[in-house]
């Protein structure tokens, strides 16, 4: 069940969207979620609808893939609508012992979970279309400026690639841990909050242990291939724009302008 | 020229408590000598905790000795100039091969060691396709090593190390977490760099059967090296392998009952068609 993630999963295909630099991919993706924030009406989300099935169509991943992103996230989706539902003060719809519904509240639990639903789907058209490394070379070289205030920009973008890596290798583990100690009678699914995350403990110790193990392992194999920071590194794949990254900049200025102007409709 | 030259190799991992007084000492190589010339298949054998992977990491300058010295390709490990120098020449493969790749895309990976010592672009390219052609990877060059199998991430983890073009490449037991048919597809891999392309190869292994092929053999217990030879010269002392907890393979050790019940096969057979022969020639 823990598979279903997708995020930071690369998906293969050969497609305009995959070939695109990733610093447009990351700009565009920042731009997809401000608007997400700023739209309030019908008009707008028509707009960031078309804008983001045309991308999805683009980059060739199979729809159902995308969606599968989404089954992970659902309760979060659903206590966020079932607050906005109930919580929200205004005209009163229906009313049954102490809850109320108002028209503000379904307003508002329909904006959020489409909001939350395009989030999702918005960042994995990048995270399925951007190789970690690409996604991190691209941090890296945007926030290239902060070298000068002494951040580690190359480390963090190192660490956050390598961490993109072992995602979906611990979460495999995760499962595997979480069968086998099934198999022995460990129970995960019933009994109260409390009572499940206690259960939980278990599963996380040998989930540390492995992890460090492994970090431990990485860190000699990358040692063993010569890896000494940042400097005096080439690149493989070295980030330049052509073409068609500068039509996809056009693209985004002129979605973000149409978010602006019909945001409000 | 011995591409790796250890002499009197002495490692001890010490542990020290909270205020640094030492609190044991633990001598995992203890006065080691191993000579290997250029381009040989050399294999390293031993039991758990025998001292194999210490010596291995020697030879990457992972670790630094104790005692003794290590010369790699003529340069000092010891030396700390040479570390960046030593690491080209002698590449390695670990066990775990979920451990040591770094990169989600297959090229990337095998891109890596030469980024990180500068190689140019173009460069970079050629030398990722040409080592993923030598391991039989070139087409799965864009896909993800999840999805490969043990023996698939195990061949990338080598043309990672190819795409650096070392002299030598020590792999510390790279197939121990296969299954039969990956252990084959590594070894066939392995052997072709040292045939084709005259890699010097030193594996490390608990398999006898992988070290038939080997140009020479030495066998560790307790830091030591405690036998060396030819495969045939190691394998036919049965009993002195016992002793050091190790194995012989299946064919070799039937021989060797054959040979104690007084029917007159020859010391240390190491394939099935050798023991067949001999049989043969006896039978008449
Ligand atoms: N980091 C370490 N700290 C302390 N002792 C260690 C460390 N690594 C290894 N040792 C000890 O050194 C000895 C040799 O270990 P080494 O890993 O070289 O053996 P090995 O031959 O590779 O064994 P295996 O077949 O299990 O891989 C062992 O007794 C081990 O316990
Ligand atoms: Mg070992």
């Not at chain 1, 509240?105 to 970690?132: F, K, W």
């Not at chain 2, 830091?223 to 070799?252: A, C, N, W, Y």
Request: net charge neutral; with cysteine; hydrophobic share 45%.
């Amino acid at each position: 069940m823990l598979r279903d993630i997708t995020i930071g999963q690369y998906y293969p295909a050969d497609s305009v969207i995959h070939k695109l630099d990733p610093r447009v991919k990351l700009f565009g993706t920042l731009i997809y979620v401000i608007s997400l924030f700023c739209i309030k009406g019908v008009v707008g989300f028509v707009v960031a609808t078309f804008f983001m099935a045309g991308m999805i169509a683009l980059s060739k991943v199979p729809f159902k893939f995308m969606v599968k992103g989404l089954k992970p996230i659902m309760i979060l989706m659903l206590i966020t609508a079932l607050f906005n539902l109930f919580l929200t003060p205004g005209d009163v719809l229906v009313s049954f012992w102490v809850l109320e519904i108002t028209k503000e509240g379904v307003q508002n639990a329909v904006l959020m979970t489409i909001r939350l639903i395009y989030l999702i789907l918005g960042t994995s058209v990048m995270t399925l279309t951007t190789t970690p490394n690409q996604l991190t070379d691209g941090l890296e070289k945007s926030l290239r400026p902060l070298n000068k205030i002494k951040v580690p920009v190359h480390a963090i973008a190192m660490m956050m690639s390598i961490a993109l890596r072992f995602i979906p290798i611990l979460i495999e583990e995760t499962d595997k841990i979480m069968k086998a100690q099934m198999a022995r009678g460990a129970d995960f699914e019933n009994g109260n909050m409390l009572k499940r995350i206690k259960n939980m403990i278990p599963l996380l110790v040998p989930l540390f242990v492995s992890a460090f193990r492994r970090a431990d392992d990485l860190a000699m194999a990358m040692e063993a291939r010569c890896y000494s920071g940042g400097a005096g590194r080439t690149k493989m794949k070295p980030l330049t724009y052509v073409k068609r990254d500068y039509i996809a900049y056009a693209v985004i200025i002129v979605y973000l302008l149409l978010s602006l102007l019909c945001g409000r409709i | 020229m011995n591409i790796i030259k250890a002499r009197q190799l002495v490692h001890e991992y010490i542990r020290r408590d909270e205020e640094g007084n030492v609190e044991s000492i633990q001598t995992a190589l203890n006065h080691v000598d191993i000579d290997v010339k250029e381009g040989q298949f050399i294999a390293i054998l031993g039991h758990n905790g025998s001292g194999k992977s210490t010596f291995a990491k020697h030879i990457n300058a992972l670790l630094s000795p104790t005692e003794g010295s290590l010369w790699v390709d003529g340069k000092d490990v010891a030396d700390e100039e040479n570390i960046l120098a030593v690491r080209q020449t002698a590449g390695m493969v670990f066990q775990n091969p979920d451990n040591q790749i770094i990169a989600s895309v297959v090229e990337e990976d095998v891109g890596f060691g030469p980024e990180n010592i500068g190689v140019p672009t173009e460069t970079i390219w050629t030398r990722v396709a040409d080592s993923l052609r030598s391991v039989g990877m070139l087409k799965y060059r864009n896909h993800s090593p999840n999805k490969l199998s043990g023996g698939q991430k195990q061949r990338v983890a080598i043309a990672g190390v190819m795409a650096m073009e070392p002299k030598c490449i020590v792999l510390d037991e790279p197939t121990a977490m296969l299954d039969p048919n990956g252990r084959k597809e590594v070894l066939r891999a392995v052997r072709e760099l040292n045939q084709k392309k005259g890699i010097t190869i030193i594996l490390i292994t608990h398999y006898m059967e992988e070290v038939v092929d080997a140009d020479y053999v030495y066998v560790m217990d307790k830091g030591e090296v405690v036998m060396k030879g030819t495969p045939r010269e190691i394998f036919s002392q049965v009993g002195k392998l016992k002793e050091h907890h190790l194995d012989v393979p299946q064919v070799t050790l039937l021989a060797d009952i054959l040979r104690q019940s007084g029917i007159n096969v020859p010391l240390g057979v190491l394939t099935r068609e050798e023991l067949v022969e001999a049989i043969m020639r006896i039978a008449g």
